[in-house]
């Protein structure tokens, strides 16, 4: 099939799943494209990178950035923030709410006064404050829960698809060669395989929750239609994830997968807190094994698997960051590690083209020293209280926030996702809290339809 065929039989196919889409229940808020599009830029390319304008070398693109990205961002933020002040937000009862996040993000932004590169830092900071400005917009829609579906649905809808098509049909954007090696390196809409494995992940733990929580009503004619995009969905990710080969994302989406249906089983639903114990306490050991032990358990499960025990010379990236001798407690500042000497000191022992350490602690760590790694670390079990809260009162959306809360600590053992990657910006969705009087706005009818919905839910699971 020609590329330009090709393209346009997946404009069609998504033209038609965004307007027709079966799994739409309800008015679908126009504010909801504001996160929809931020998410297809962070689980694709840059703007200036799909229209291939910038700086040609990568160290000064890295550094001064591009202003056609910048606009954008900019753009949606205000919009994002537009919608919010509409909406009467309550940002005094959020912080109050998001305390461990807050702490982490002062201090992030407190590290501009001793970075090498305070504007890069202080631009980068407020970068990374629009992702969480476009989550809210989703958390304080009418029905949250609908919205975090439709969001996510159809964010995957246009980047899963044209995935397909450019590694199928336009092979010079959807594929790269080793520099080495000469081997193929499938990325599809993205810039790497593992980001595309990133892609992967969270469209198959999504799909499968899907899948997972409208499966008692299989029978229903409207059910049947959303399993069926579902199904698809699926077998294109898979697919994709095949093509591109990201270990990392292949096991922490059978975790993920694990989690999900261990939260549907009657031992979930009978006794709970015996999942709520056990996935922190297996979560905490791996990591004390992993750092606290010297064990190398990283390379044994890879050998154990077929793989590289050096992690694909990760080890080698790793001992090349931790010659630069960064500032053990601060860091170097808020993303500044990868900027000016200290990257072409790296560079000089690894190879040109590495710009991330491939471990999210250590990524930490090498920009805001040990006193970040303890705030992301504190954000993490604050986020896990809330994720239980929300356990209690809507089951099927705590166990997608409990799946993506379990692989993320093993995710950022071999990648680096504490930096607005995809999954943390899935996860963020279920670990944010909004107060509570803003999650469900309308009428006294509407209230009890959202009661009623999630009692429907409990009652099929117990049917089950």
């Not at 996935?279 to 791996?286: E, G, K, N, R, T």
């Not at 993506?404 to 963020?428: D, H, K």
Request: hydrophobic share 50%; proline share 4%; net charge positive.
């Amino acid at each position: 099939m020609p590329p330009l065929i090709a393209v346009c039989v997946w404009m069609i196919l998504v033209t038609w799943l965004l307007v027709r889409d079966p799994a739409k229940d309800g008015k679908f808020s126009i504010s909801l494209w504001i996160p929809i599009v931020w998410m297809v830029i962070v689980g694709s390319r840059l703007p200036s990178q799909w229209l291939n304008i910038g700086s040609s070398s990568m160290a000064q693109s890295m550094e001064e950035g591009n202003t056609t990205d910048a606009s954008i961002y900019v753009l949606l933020m205000l919009s994002a923030i537009a919608v919010l002040v509409s909406r009467s937000f309550r940002w005094d009862r959020f912080c109050s709410n998001n305390f461990p996040l807050i702490l982490f993000l002062a201090f992030a932004l407190l590290s501009v006064s001793w970075s090498d590169f305070p504007v890069v830092t202080l631009k980068r900071w407020i970068r990374d404050i629009g992702t969480y400005l476009v989550i809210l917009v989703v958390l304080t829609d009418s029905n949250p829960k609908e919205a975090i579906r439709l969001t996510l649905r159809r964010f995957l809808y246009i980047l899963i698809p044209l995935s397909v098509v450019i590694i199928k049909y336009i092979p010079t954007l959807g594929i790269q060669y080793n520099s080495w090696t000469g081997a193929p390196e499938y990325m599809g809409v993205t810039t790497s395989k593992n980001m595309l494995g990133v892609l992967c992940l969270v469209s198959g733990i999504f799909f499968m929750w899907d899948i997972a929580t409208r499966w008692s009503l299989r029978r229903q004619k409207k059910t049947k239609r959303i399993l069926a995009v579902n199904v698809v969905m699926m077998m294109m990710t898979v697919w994709l994830l095949h093509m591109c080969g990201s270990s990392t994302s292949q096991l922490c989406m059978v975790l993920g997968w694990i989690i999900i249906f261990a939260f549907r089983s009657k031992m979930a639903r009978r006794r709970p807190i015996v999942l709520k114990v056990v996935i922190p306490c297996a979560v905490s050991l791996y990591l004390i094994v992993a750092f606290g032990f010297g064990f190398d358990i990283n390379a044994f499960v890879a050998q154990s698997i077929g793989k590289d025990p050096t992690l694909t010379g990760r080890t080698v990236i790793w001992n090349a960051v931790m010659s630069t001798k960064t500032n053990e407690i601060l860091g170097t500042g808020y993303e500044s590690f990868w900027l000016g000497p200290r990257l072409q000191q790296v560079w000089q022992l690894t190879g040109p083209g590495i710009n991330e350490a491939h471990n999210g602690y250590l990524e930490v760590y090498l920009n805001l020293g040990i006193v970040g790694v303890l705030l992301i670390i504190n954000f993490l079990i604050g986020s896990y209280g809330a994720i239980c809260r929300r356990l209690n009162t809507d089951l099927s959306l705590g166990s997608l926030g409990m799946a993506f809360w379990a692989i993320l600590p093993f995710y950022n053992v071999t990648e680096s996702a504490f930096r607005g990657q995809l999954i943390f910006v899935t996860f963020l969705f279920m670990a944010l809290v909004v107060p509570e009087k803003l999650k469900v706005m309308g009428t006294h009818s509407h209230v009890e339809d959202v009661r009623r919905i999630q009692k429907t839910e409990r009652d099929a699971l117990i049917v089950n």
